[in-house]
């Protein structure tokens, strides 16, 4: 293609602008035909419990299966997901693979609580919490065993719809975690209003926690802060063994991370822990 520069100096059509257009269209066409040939594949990270060592839940985090085989990361289409709003069927994909998955461990004897990361996009929809439900109920799961992941973003939505449906989830058992805590612009009010249960410390912060000079204020800020309003505390992003000693002392509940594990396929979790 050739440029089109009708103006001195303006472009208004450029080969960038055309390849960056039929590149977000191939996304788009892909993500679309992975969701419905089913190629959509979640991975579980572990989270270990800080003070035991023991594992007790994992993240579930989806990739797209290329046609490669190449498992393609999340960072090159969440965004995308949500702006077409193709979040809301790819959602409920790793819902049903995420549960079915935890019925699986069930069955096999694995005590495993499952986190699932939840768009705002995709909380908002009026479907989202009456297919959790019917799912829930499809693969016959313990609500108690679900945590929903979402961000800060949500709560400066729709409050009212939101703690809504955020009551309505903790009254069945189901937890919700703030992920990248910290990271956002919201106040600190809605901790107090909502029925929020975990805030994982976003890893740009576990990061600071440095091997020469610990800079540990803001981890040990928001570990204290969920401390003493009664929430569990997650890092995420622990790369290091200093790393997880400091956030033990820092009294964090939990820990997720490359140290213990990058997110794996299923039936490594399985074979890695037995019972
Ligand atoms: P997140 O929810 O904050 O997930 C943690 C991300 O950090 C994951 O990246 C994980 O692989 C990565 N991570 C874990 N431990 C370490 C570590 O020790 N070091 C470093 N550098 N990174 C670590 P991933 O899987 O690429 O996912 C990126 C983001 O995509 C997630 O961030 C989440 O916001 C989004 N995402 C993933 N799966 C889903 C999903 O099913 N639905 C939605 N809506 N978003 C998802
Ligand atoms: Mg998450
Ligand atoms: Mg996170
Ligand atoms: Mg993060």
Not at 11 to 38: G, H, N, P
Not at 89 to 95: A, K, Q, S, T
Not at 230 to 250: F, H, Y
Request: proline share 5%.
């Amino acid at each position: 293609a050739k440029n089109d520069v009708t103006h001195e100096g303006l472009c208004f059509y450029s080969e960038d602008m055309e390849s960056s257009f039929i590149l977000r269209r191939q996304r788009y066409i892909q993500l679309k035909s992975a969701i419905t040939d089913q190629n959509i594949v979640v991975l579980f990270q572990p989270i270990v419990n800080a003070s035991s060592g023991q594992l007790e839940a994992v993240e579930a985090l989806v990739r797209i299966q290329g046609e490669d085989g190449d498992l393609i990361p999340p960072i090159e289409f969440i965004a995308l997901a949500e702006e077409t709003r193709l979040i809301i069927p790819l959602g409920e994909r790793v819902i049903q693979l995420a549960l079915a998955q935890l019925q699986q461990w069930n069955i096999s004897g694995l005590k495993l609580r499952m986190c699932i990361n939840v768009s705002p996009i995709q909380f908002l929809d009026p479907h989202f919490v009456p297919f959790l439900l019917k799912t829930i109920d499809q693969y016959n799961v313990y609500p108690k065993m679900i945590e929903l992941e979402v961000t800060e973003s949500m709560m400066l939505q729709n409050l009212e719809q939101v703690t809504h449906d955020m009551a309505q989830l903790r009254e069945l058992g189901i937890s919700i975690s703030i992920d990248d805590f910290g990271t956002g612009f919201s106040c600190l009010s809605y901790l107090k209003d909502l029925p929020v249960d975990v805030l994982k410390i976003d890893k740009s912060f576990v990061a600071q926690l440095s091997i020469e000079q610990p800079d540990e204020i803001l981890v040990k800020t928001i570990a204290t802060l969920a401390n003493s309003i009664g929430l569990k505390s997650v890092a995420e992003g622990v790369e290091s063994i200093l790393q997880a000693q400091r956030l033990k002392e820092l009294d964090v509940s939990f820990l997720q991370g490359y140290y213990f594990s990058r997110p794996v396929p299923a039936h490594e979790i399985k074979s890695r822990y037995p019972i």
